[in-house]
């Protein structure tokens, strides 16, 4: 039989370079920090790193508005340290993918500088430039994610330009033919530098309509397990012309075609779509657009078992033989144990939210600190640094609270992140949870992540097999996993209280053992959960 390819059911640890680990005692993480830190991430048991962007910029948004796709920004390293990290996270057996932003550059990219002198120069329709209505306003009623129209007045150019996020970020134009060639030059200079892959930031918001025409009010949400975010104008609106247009099939088929050529290396979309699940579905089916793609839909809203059964059943049903991508927790959201338990979400908790999103069909994206079981940081309001968090404050508090310092040290005034005060402060709950106090803990989260991962490493049908939920009571969430004759029973207690799971033919289930949870209660009739606790077991006729 052949082989799987590697990126199938691989755990893949994100790094938030600017919070991971200082070397140089600035306050801010670099490579070399990383590099330092590597044998933590290997010792996990994880196949690969993403990267956050590394890559020369004003860090208005701090990264994904690049200046210079081929130049390391100073404050992370050089293009040597960039080098020297690739070749060691391979000796330590860990494929590297970097975030990769195609859709939009910086204002001050060489680019963007030259499109904004003219429109008759070699760069004027590299970015989406629109002319004012008769009235000097915008020319349509696009809004940015941030605040505000998605236009900003170039008095230079005398013309509006669009951008999605940031007036920092003007939006290219992939309708021009250069633009997408120029883009995947710039992804082939990493490929052949070594990486091993990208994920592809907003990659449904790279085309816009042709004809700026206005988009119209979202009624309802377009996927009925979604809310709408009325904290935000641009969640008002269904966002049929401003973006997740028809021809970015085509990009993504470039994409997929440029990655192709370097064996083993892979794609991973992120999709925040009106329905984020179909689009993501779209974007994966066959063989030439992205290996997986990832959308907010488990990253966002309060954690239920009732919810990760709704997304992954919704996904499953539409995505074919697409692949999908899972994850609790990243750079741009509230912590996974949070949204689940908003106070104090305690430790049993944390082990089986990882060994849950750890058992879901596809790969998994992990987050620095996920292993840690961090909750949520504070930062006060003068802290703040995220662009996204001062206009919407206090309804909504930014991305900093999930993008402070990773605490390495119980001890010392930095948590071992630093020898400087850190760009972002400190948790002192975070500090209690730092990695040497839990490495030497068996029962802390890291430990139970560390042994759950080199448990599921030899589970082929845990990591590759597919997904059939099973009816359960609250809060129970349950499913079976089969691959050929294999089936595997998972059952998951995310509450502080014993459950029972009454399943008709439990008996049947072998309990499995070696995944670090306390043995449930089974009998005939079905088993007992403990509070935060999970089962696995195999079918008795399957003994593997």
Known sequence: MTEPPWWRGAVIYQIYPRSFADANGDGIGDLPGIIDRLNHVADLGVDAIWLSPIYASPMRDFGYDVSDYRAIHSAFGTLDDA????????????????????????????????????????????????????????????????????????????????HTFLAEQPALNHHNPAVTEAILAEARFWLESGVDGFRLDAINVCFHDALLRDNPPLVAPLDPGDTVDDSNPFAMQRHLYSHTRPEAIGLLKR??????????????????????????????????????????????????????????????????????????????????????????????????????????RGSVCLYQGEELGLAQAE?????????????????????DGCRTPMPWSGKGPFAGFSTAEPWLPVDTRHQALAVDRQSDDPESTLAATRRFLRWRRDKAVLRLGDIRFVDTPAPVLAFERSSGDSVMFCAFNPSGRAADVPLKGMARWRPLDGHGFTAATVDGSGCTLPAYGAFFGMKEENTA
């Open 83 to 162: 080098r020297r990290l690739i070749a060691a996270a391979h000796d330590h057996g860990l494929k590297v993918l970097l975030d990769f932003v195609p859709c939009h550059t910086s204002d001050q990219h060489a680019w963007f500088r030259d499109s904004r002198t003219g429109r008759d120069g070699p760069h004027a329709d590299w970015y989406v430039w629109a002319e004012p209505r008769v009235d000097g306003t915008p020319p349509n009623n696009w809004l940015s994610v941030f605040g505000g129209p998605a236009w900003t007045w170039d008095p230079r150019r005398r013309q509006y330009y669009m």
């Open 379 to 399: 930062v006060p309001f003068e802290r703040i640094q995220d662009p996204a968090g001062r206009p919407f404050w206090p309804n909504y508090k930014g991305r």
């Open 255 to 360: 994409f997929r075609a440029l990655v192709d050529g370097y064996p083993g290396a892979v794609t991973i979309g992120e999709v925040a779509s009106d329905d984020s699940l179909t689009t993501a579905a779209e974007y994966v089916r066959g063989d030439d657009r992205l290996h997986m793609a990832y959308t907010f839909n488990l990253l966002t809203g309060d954690g239920s078992a009732a919810r990760v059964r709704y997304v992954v059943e919704r996904l499953e049903s539409m995505i074919g033989d697409g692949w999908p991508c899972w994850s609790f927790s990243n750079h741009d959201v509230v912590r996974a144990p949070s949204r689940w338990q908003p106070e104090n979400a305690p430790a049993p908790l944390t082990k089986v939210l990882n060994a849950l999103l750890l058992s879901l």
